[in-house]
């Protein structure tokens, strides 16, 4: 019976067959692959018995049933795959698997291919909606929309502003997640406490050889663990990219909110249903899922934290932790970037709410560019400002258009005369240097993937 909802509601299916048990098996397989190979080559182990091991080393032989069986004796999940994979080998190749080798030398290697295919996922998926958003910037550079700061009408800006910056947001997100994997997907195979003892003189080559065979960057130096700072930043990583993505949907929710809705989510009215009880609503079910699965998410930067301090050379609080945190982070990230990239291919813009909350204040947006403008034209700053700053007021109370007082203030008129005031009134010619910007980002991004 399922429980989690990742098991039959959240998830991708790409993602989910990385994390699941016979992937996770086959993994840590792979690395007592690759250190009997290394052991072979270097004479530690007999070169027939290495390969025997290699080629038994495969869900085809061990059978996850099997090792679960064995574990469920030996009460340890390494010491079962052990013994799997040890009895499926042919002759003494069996008494050779793991020579040398600490668990966790097998955990921490097999977390890493894991984690570098998950990555590798996510890589992909932050670079389709990196293009997407930037496709909307280049598409919307001059559809001018009321900008907003502390949830008031503040200047015009541009909905291509919007997506660039998200766009570029994405971008320094990808680039962290680069940063992450280098430091997190390493290779170790160093023993008990790191020294590689139990390997004798060609240990620190067993080492190297290891992970050069899985395909993986040796750990410079381990205790028994890859130092968890690693995992703390990658799943740090994942947080901030939750929180782009939060902020993103976040954005189009209030967008699509009844008394502004100038942009949306795409509602189908044919089968969508928005409320059990209320047969008019069509709500923004994408964009709020991506909200509350990214609270998940960066919850388990605390998680994470705790365990980078382990007790002397290790402790295990952080494995339990770690068997939950990876593939629901990995799983969760990687399903609200499918849910984004949903989200920004089905937008639906509605123009005229957006020229209409443009306009909304009578002209109020426009108060900075009449100071900016009568202090151009002569007038002091600080004068200019309170000048405008009575004027709006009074429109602002009394729902007079802006534009109309200011030309019946006598100081004003000393310096702007009606078509002076008509052209600094039109919201769609204040937006600044934002077309520079989009076509300097849409330059820039060419060289981002």
Known sequence: MAIHPIEFRYGTPEM??????????????????????????????????ADEIKSKASTKYVKLERVNQIESETKHDIAALVKGLGEQCEGDAGEYVHFGATSNDVVDSSNSLLLKESIEII????????????????????????????GQHALPTTYGMKFGIWADELYRQYERLLNAKNNVCVGMMDGAVGTTAALGEDGWTIHKKVSTILG???????????????????????????????????????????????????????????SSTMPHKMNPITAERIGGVSRIIKSYVLAAMENNPLWHERDLTNSSCERIMFPESCILTDYILQLTIK??????????????NLNLTNGLIMAERLMAELTRSGMGKQTAYGIVRKNAIKANKEGIPL????????????????????????????????????????EKSESWF
């Open 343 to 356: 989200l920004m291919n089905n937008l639906v813009f509605y123009d005229d709410n957006i020229e209409k």
């Open 16 to 49: 989910k067959n990385i994390w699941e048990s016979e992937n996770k098996l086959q993994k840590m397989l792979d690395v007592e692959s690759a250190l009997a190979q290394a052991e072979g080559e270097l004479g530690i182990i007999p070169k027939e018995y």
């Open 403 to 442: 534009g109309e007082l200011i030309l019946d203030d006598s100081d004003v008129q000393k310096f702007l005369n009606e078509e002076d005031v008509e052209k600094i009134m039109n919201p769609h010619t204040y937006i600044g240097s934002s077309f520079k910007i989009i076509d300097e980002l849409l």
């Open 123 to 150: 890589e992909g998926k932050i670079e389709e909606i990196t293009k997407i958003l930037l496709k909307l910037a280049k598409e919307n550079k001059d559809k001018v929309a009321i900008g907003r700061t502390h």
């Open 216 to 274: 993986l960057k040796p750990a410079t130096i381990t205790n028994q663990v890859v130092q968890r700072d690693n995992h703390l930043e990658f799943i740090m990583v994942l947080a901030n990219i939750a929180t782009t993505l939060d902020k993103i949907s976040l954005e189009i929710r209030n967008l699509q909110r009844t008394e502004i809705m100038e942009v949306g989510e795409f509602f189908d009215p044919e089968k969508q249903v928005g």
